[in-house]
T-cell receptor, first 116, second 114 residues
Framework: EAGVTQFPSHSVIEKGQTVTLRCDPI?????LYWYRRVMGKEIKFLLH????????ESGMPNNRFLAERTGGTYSTLKVQPAELEDSGVYFC??????????????FGPGTRLTVL | GENVEQHPSTLSVQEGDSAVIKCTYS??????FPWYKQELGKRPQLIID?????GEKKDQRIAVTLNKTAKHFSLHITETQPEDSAVYFC?????????????FGSGTRLSIRP
């Protein structure tokens, strides 16, 4: 079974440009999460989708970030316009929605974003 | 707010020795504590976890302990091997039967010296 996939693996853009990151969760996983690790710090939560609905977006830094999950399958995270402090590794994770046991979150390989 | 403190940030041990990573959490409602390992260039992967109703859990060479009163939890790796070299993240979550966000520590880069 394929794991969580992310595209692109690397992206280098200039300040002010727009970048869109994509995440394909494991098939059948209703829960999809975005996280970010900046400059060797902790991996920080951005938001959580349940199917196509935003369950929790408390970690989104500001309105330059827009996440979508139309149809409840893959998700995109758009940064517009990008700033220097947006550089980091963006991880996506997905999990099943089981009621009686722990919903392990499976992580993708990440997208390394560099804003110059 | 919710946060998890992790120490040390870097750790170098001789192959065969033990390694210990310590974490503290602030959210009293946390009841699930996963540990993730991220090898160079790879994705974070769950290696062991512990729930709040358990004080210790062991899986071969790795063990985790939890002191819920003090809000401390630790990862212990015995008989370290070169393949243990990686960044380790401790984490805390509320609930384990429903999806919730993971609060991560800042990571420990573990290096195993041959």
């Amino acid at each position: 079974e394929a794991g969580v996939t992310q595209f692109p693996s690397h992206s280098v853009i200039e300040k002010g440009q727009t970048v869109t990151l994509r995440c394909d969760p494991i098939s059948g996983h209703d829960n999809l999460y975005w996280y970010r690790r900046v400059m060797g710090k902790e991996i920080k939560f951005l938001l959580h989708f349940v199917k196509e609905s935003k369950q929790d977006e408390s970690g989104m830094p500001n309105n330059r970030f827009l996440a979508e999950r139309t149809g409840g399958t893959y998700s995109t995270l758009k940064v517009q316009p990008a700033e220097l402090e947006d550089s980091g590794v963006y991880f996506c994770a997905s999990s099943q929605d089981r009621l009686v046991t722990y919903n392990e979150q499976f992580f993708g390989p990440g997208t390394r974003l560099t804003v110059l | 707010g919710e946060n998890v403190e992790q120490h040390p940030s870097t750790l170098s041990v001789q192959e065969g020795d033990s390694a210990v990573i310590k974490c503290t959490y602030s959210d009293s409602a946390s009841n699930y504590f996963p540990w993730y390992k991220q090898e160079l260039g790879k994705r974070p992967q769950l290696i062991i976890d512990i729930r709040s109703n358990v004080g210790e859990k062991k899986d071969q060479r790795i063990a985790v302990t939890l002191n819920k009163t003090a809000k401390h939890f630790s990862l212990h790796i015995t008989e370290t091997q070169p393949e243990d070299s990686a960044v380790y993240f401790c984490a805390a979550q509320r609930g384990y039967s429903s999806a919730s966000k993971i609060i991560f520590g800042s990571g420990t880069r573990l290096s195993i010296r041959p």
